[in-house]
């Protein structure tokens, strides 16, 4: 593993998820109250991308089936409630998981120096 520079503070706000990458793999990076957390911008249900999910105290929602994932802990919240935005029934929505479990998202431990943000990867 190796140390990456994913962002700068001054380009992370606390409403949005910041799209970056390290080491190739794509990389979302948001601030949580003081902290800076980074999760792999791969939903583990199909592994499409979480960056343009909605993004609401902490958590990020998968575009595409509604899995919710807190940003800080990669911890899956939800498990594949809608399509692209629509509520789904139980029956559909065991239909669309497609027999997979819930699943959490690869996290990372975010580190700073001075406004420089880093994670090993
Ligand atoms: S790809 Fe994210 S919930 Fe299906």
Redesign the pocket.
């Known amino acids: 593993m190796t140390k990456v520079k994913i962002a700068s503070t001054t380009d992370v706000s606390s409403d949005k998820v910041l799209k970056t990458s390290a080491n190739g793999k794509s990389v979302l990076v948001a601030k949580v109250g003081d902290n800076y957390c980074a999760i792999a911008n791969k ?1 583990p ?4 991308p ?1 960056a343009k999910g909605k993004f609401e105290n902490g958590v990020i929602t ?1 575009p ?4 919710k994932f807190e940003i800080c802990t990669g911890k899956n919240v939800e498990w ?1 409630d809608s399509f692209v935005g629509i509520p789904l029934p139980a029956i559909a929505q065991k239909m ?1 998981a497609m027999g997979k479990s819930p699943t959490d998202v690869a996290n990372f431990a975010v580190t700073q120096e001075g406004t420089d943000l880093f994670i090993d990867s």
């Open positions: 939903c249900h199909f592994g499409l979480l998968c595409f089936h509604g899995s594949v669309i």
